[in-house]
């Protein structure tokens, strides 16, 4: 997804509550002619090609960790009950252990 490259996917529980055919081009799992029939209709379809590719980097913009960073890391303070101290980091600044390390991996 995130090198412009088509992404064919099984379609799995897990992965349609992520993703849908606008993002992704699904194949029946543990049925390779559905694989192969997916591969080609990427093949055989420019247009598909570049609108599942325009619309899975858009995906992966929207949730990288530029921007999910800071709602990963609330949920960790919220998920392991860390309380602001007097004078702590607004509500909208992580407390966790998990960011003590946000400045200096900086990812």
């Avoid at 093949?43 to 858009?58: C, E, F, T, Y």
């Avoid at 990288?64 to 890391?73: A, G, P, T």
């Amino acid at each position: 997804m995130a090198l412009g490259v088509p992404v064919i996917v099984s379609k799995t529980q897990i992965d349609t509550f992520y993703f849908d055919d606008s993002i992704v081009k699904f194949f029946e799992p543990g049925d390779e002619k559905s694989l192969a029939d997916a591969m080609l209709e990427l093949i055989k379809d420019k247009q598909l090609r570049k609108n599942i590719s325009w619309n899975a980097a858009g995906f992966v913009e929207n949730n990288s960790w530029v921007h999910k960073k800071q709602e990963y890391l609330r949920l960790a303070d919220r998920l392991t009950n860390v309380k602001p101290k007097p004078g702590a980091p607004s509500k909208n600044q992580p407390r966790s252990s998990l960011s003590a390390h946000r400045d200096r991996d900086n990812v």
